[in-house]
């Protein structure tokens, strides 16, 4: 779910629950998703060892109820023309935050914005063609939103993916 977009939750089995009760066949089937999320449901059933009506309807429920969120590839940056990437922190002022969530988000190249606790309001992933659309990106577009303070860029050199498999 997209929290910015202010959509609302879907209803909690228990009151005041937000998380999907998941058992270990439906944890298994999402770690099986997250590693190939092309895998056919007759496959899904083999490697989690239950019958391919129980993974279709399992996974059918998980789309339901928004655990599964979505199926993706997931990009090469570098290969995809993207080879410069940086994290942008932001200030903006505290009462302006819808409106620049809004607009940030209609800004080329930013892939992920999170509001955050601390000294910085926002903290954004951009990815570019090279070093002079990111420039471009950081002063033209993202200081051009009203309510935006101040901005710190932290340049990407290397990156390594870590294990974001469920548990």
């Known amino acids: 779910m997209d929290h910015l977009s202010h959509e609302a939750a879907a209803p ?10 998941l ?3 439906d944890r298994a089937i999402l770690r099986e998703l997250e590693a190939d999320g092309r ?12 019958s391919r009506s129980s993974v ?3 996974v059918e429920r998980m789309v339901a109820d928004g655990v599964i969120a979505g199926f993706t590839a997931r990009i090469d940056s570098v290969r995809a023309g ?19 969530a809004a607009q940030l988000r209609e800004v080329p190249y930013i ?19 090279d070093n002079v659309t990111l420039r471009d990106i950081v002063l033209a ?12 860029t932290w340049l990407i050199f290397d990156e390594a ?3 974001r498999r469920l548990r």
């Open 82 to 100: 993207l080879g410069t990437a940086a994290y942008v922190t932001v200030s903006i002022d505290q009462n302006a935050w819808r409106e620049v």
């Open 141 to 152: 577009r993202i200081h051009a939103v009203a309510g935006v303070r101040s901005t710190r």
């Open 39 to 50: 895998l056919s449901m007759r496959a899904l059933a083999e490697r989690v060892s239950v």
């Open 23 to 25: 058992d270990d066949v």
């Open 12 to 21: 909690a089995e228990t009151p005041g629950r937000t998380a999907a009760v």
């Open 111 to 129: 892939q992920h914005l999170a509001f955050v606790g601390g000294d910085v309001d926002l903290v954004m992933l951009v990815r570019t063609p």
């Open 161 to 163: 993916r870590g294990n």
């Open 56 to 58: 279709y309807a399992r």
